[in-house]
């Protein structure tokens, strides 16, 4: 067990099963009491008991992300149980690849409500509480695709570059209140959700051009994001930083 978080209380969002969780049991690692929320009671309860097994405080909150009234639960509770609020990464997305004309109203409602409204609310959220504890670190999930053109993935790229701008705004209008924001943005990591939208074929072409010759690990975006929300990165806000293993950069 490490101590980068010890005594801080976090909520991550679409904590329940890949970069979610890893980053809890990160979080957990190194000290911090951490809240899983996931759109799932059963998949938040689960990942929940598995860190208090491991010796962790950690609780479980269901709810729809797109929804203000989410995040007032999750983190109306801790604020309640621990008198205070210090971290919020804002990770929970949905997402579906495809040509322009095949995009549904179902489908852009439900990206950019998990993967954008849910950054508003969570940021607006948090930073209330957090200014109540006297500061705290906010760390949003982008992309490298915030950065780049994906093939058929016009709402996605849109959504994480949104995710982007959301970080730098709030970063200045938070800052005076001792409150951090930045993203954390990976580049293709083996997760369940990549193995829906990705094809061996598309996932042979991004080892190949990857500089570092591999996809990136859960454990690889929870390090970033732990350096973000620790002490450590005091006087680090608005950063947007790529975990991608160069390959945004490659492409250029």
Same mark, same amino acid.
């Given at each position: 067990?490490?101590?980068?978080?010890?005594?801080?209380? @976090?909520?991550?969002?679409?904590?329940?099963?890949?970069?979610?969780?890893?980053?809890?049991? !990160?979080?957990?690692?190194?000290?911090?009491?951490?809240?899983?929320?996931?759109?799932?009671?059963?998949?938040?309860?689960?990942?929940?008991?598995?860190?208090?097994?491991?010796?962790?405080? @950690?609780?479980? /909150?269901?709810?729809?992300?797109?929804?203000?009234? =989410?995040?007032?639960?999750?983190?109306?509770?801790?604020?309640?149980?621990?008198?205070?609020?210090?971290?919020?990464?804002?990770?929970?997305?949905?997402?579906? /690849?495809?040509?322009?004309?095949?995009?549904? %109203?179902? #489908?852009?409602?439900?990206?950019?409500?998990?993967?954008?409204?849910?950054?508003?609310?969570?940021?607006?959220?948090? @930073?209330?509480?957090?200014? !109540?504890?006297?500061?705290?670190?906010?760390?949003?999930?982008?992309?490298?695709?915030?950065?780049?053109?994906? %093939?058929?993935?016009?709402? /996605?790229?849109?959504? +994480?570059?949104?995710?982007?701008?959301?970080?730098?705004?709030?970063?200045?209008?938070?800052? %005076? +209140?001792?409150?951090?924001?930045?993203?954390?943005? %990976?580049?293709?990591?083996? =997760?369940?959700?990549?193995?829906?939208?990705?094809?061996?074929?598309?996932?042979?072409?991004?080892?190949?051009?990857?500089?570092?010759?591999?996809?990136?690990?859960?454990?690889?975006?929870?390090?970033?994001?732990?350096?973000?929300?620790?002490?450590?990165?005091?006087?680090?806000?608005?950063?947007?930083?790529? #975990?991608?293993?160069? #390959?945004?950069?490659?492409?250029?």
């Amino acid at each position: 067990m490490g101590t980068r978080l010890n005594g801080k209380v @976090a909520l991550v969002t679409g904590g329940a099963q890949g970069i979610g969780r890893g980053i809890c049991e !990160r979080f957990a690692a190194e000290g911090a009491v951490v809240g899983v929320l996931d759109i799932k009671a059963d998949n938040a309860e689960r990942a929940a008991q598995a860190l208090r097994e491991q010796g962790a405080q @950690a609780f479980a /909150y269901a709810g729809d992300v797109a929804q203000r009234a =989410t995040f007032e639960a999750a983190v109306g509770d801790l604020e309640r149980r621990f008198g205070r609020f210090d971290i919020m990464v804002n990770n929970a997305a949905w997402v579906r /690849y495809g040509p322009i004309d095949a995009i549904t %109203p179902e #489908v852009l409602a439900r990206m950019t409500g998990t993967g954008f409204h849910s950054v508003v609310w969570g940021i607006q959220v948090g @930073a209330a509480a957090m200014a !109540r504890s006297g500061g705290g670190a906010i760390v949003n999930i982008a992309s490298a695709a915030g950065f780049l053109g994906i %093939p058929s993935g016009m709402v /996605y790229c849109g959504v +994480k570059a949104g995710v982007l701008g959301l970080t730098r705004s709030s970063a200045v209008d938070l800052g %005076p +209140k001792n409150i951090r924001v930045n993203a954390v943005c %990976p580049g293709s990591v083996a =997760t369940e959700g990549v193995s829906i939208n990705v094809t061996p074929d598309m996932e042979a072409k991004r080892v190949a051009r990857a500089p570092l010759g591999r996809i990136g690990a859960v454990g690889d975006i929870a390090s970033a994001v732990c350096f973000l929300a620790s002490d450590e990165s005091s006087f680090v806000t608005g950063e947007s930083l790529l #975990v991608d293993g160069g #390959v945004t950069h490659a492409l250029l």
